[in-house]
DNA sequence: AACATTGTTGCACAATTAGCAACAGGAGGT
DNA sequence: ACCTCCTGTTGCTAATTGTGCAACAATGTT
């Protein structure tokens, strides 16, 4: 028994995105079936709440300061990222790449903590960035110890080709999460976005379940096979050391 | 005209804090004065869409996951941030103290950037923290140019005392205010938390407007006469080269 | 075992919401 | 200047949906 309008409203802010980060009354009723008098009145509200703000200029609504706030709240939850945060600034001083670490959030992961590199080209990530779990280091981490019924419940929801390199096929795919699990390190080349590459870890809690992914996450022409396996090794040492932390008996 | 049930919802996702992470049924109900079974239905459905989560041993709720994402949207839009990015990881390598970029979220400032110190007695901040405009260097940043009314509009809602030395007279408060229009700086020296200090200095958008503070969070112990005028003048500058990129005309 | 407390669920009713229709404002074209 | 089109907003009312009552299920304490 849930409530209609709380989740009409919740739709409506998950139709703004990192592509679509501004939308207006018309689009969005049309997107979700719904009449624009009903999306203007929702908005209304949600802007009196500070979770979206209109844009003066062009009558179009954003996602509002108010989310960031209660995203504040929400990270402070997540114990992870103060076990991470030190090893993951020492990880990017030590190899000069950007580290990310994500969680799972429904059928993708999201950033929940990450340190950039200093270096002129490099990976800029931010908090709340959400990537999708099929074709990305960190969410192919967090997919490839889920119950194998659990991985093929999320086939028909494959997204499309974001590069020329993304890998769709259900059976392929299949077979890069068994490799994963196997290595227990994730490769991703140039797969969800051109120019860059990344390496994943997992990251796991006491009860040894991973629960995070440690990833790494590069300009592809700085991914060679002389620093590969510096790469990998420094990355997996960074992921058992937060799992460490967090009371996960990992060979420490 | 605006949905009660939407507002209902927004008002329990802004009844979990830093302090109060975690709430139950019963008590929320009697924060909101509605009933249990109403308050058990949002909850159920704010679950059903990410935004709060349910402990299973303590069947108490928490803020959820998929505000991050949300969150992530929204600061995408907040163009201050890129600016100041770069100019503030150079700012904390420079004086070793950690930095803080806020802007205003009703009569809170919120943090939506922040780079901390490597000292092991530094400040932590994170993306989303909330604090009060009234005894914080950011947030008295942010209200020193705002018009006289509209501070004296806010004096009802000054908070309790953090600590010893929190400010809360009104005119006292008028008066910090005033100084920190004409010196550009603001200072705070324990007011908020036990320990720790913090500087601010205004940041402007190309219209000339302060729509962000830029601040420095010390351990009070290392803020010093000795140290103070650097400090102040590294802060000035950093805050001053961020307007710039952000197209204020400022001395250029 | 009994009791207290918490979060959940079925039911019914009336309060609130959603959709229709009209409106206000702005942009673009002639 | 006038007209057309498009967008976001608002008054009104019917009916749908959300709310509160009452009961329930589960857990913890004495």
């Given at each position: 028994m849930t409530i209609q309008s709380i989740q009409r409203a919740a739709a409506v802010?998950?139709?703004?995105?990192?592509?679509?980060?501004?939308?207006?009354?018309?689009?969005?009723?049309?997107i979700h079936d719904v009449h624009k008098s009903t999306i203007s009145r929702i908005l209304t509200t949600l802007e009196a709440e500070g979770m979206v703000s209109q844009n003066s200029e062009t009558g179009k609504y954003r996602l509002g300061i108010g989310l960031v706030g209660l995203a504040g709240v929400a990270l402070g939850r997540i114990s992870v990222r103060g076990a991470a945060q030190p090893i993951m600034s020492q990880l990017v001083h030590d190899i000069q790449e950007t580290s990310i670490l994500m969680v799972r959030d429904g059928r993708e992961a999201v950033t929940v903590e990450w340190f950039g590199s200093t270096q002129a080209l490099r990976y800029v990530g931010w908090i709340g960035?959400?990537?999708?779990?099929f074709c990305t280091a960190g969410g192919r981490i967090l997919l490839a110890w889920e119950p194998f019924e659990k991985q093929?419940?999320?086939?028909?929801?494959?997204p499309q080709k974001y590069t020329e390199s993304?890998?769709?096929d259900p059976q392929a795919l299949q077979k890069l999460l068994a490799e994963?699990?196997?290595?227990?390190?994730?490769?991703?080349?140039e797969e969800f976005e051109e120019g860059f590459s990344s390496l994943g870890a997992p990251v796991r809690d006491r009860h040894g379940r991973v629960t995070a992914a440690l990833t790494i996450a590069i300009p592809s022409v700085r991914?060679?096979?002389?620093?590969?396996?510096?790469?990998?090794?420094?990355?997996?040492l960074a992921a058992q050391n937060i799992s460490a932390e967090l009371g996960y008996g990992f060979g420490g």
């Open positions: 802010l998950r139709s703004f995105s990192e592509i679509r980060p501004e939308l207006g009354v018309t689009e969005l009723a049309a960035r959400r990537v999708p779990l093929v419940a999320l086939m028909p929801f494959l993304t890998v769709i994963v699990k196997e290595t227990q390190i994730a490769v991703v080349r991914l060679t096979a002389e620093n590969f396996p510096t790469l990998q090794a420094e990355l997996r």
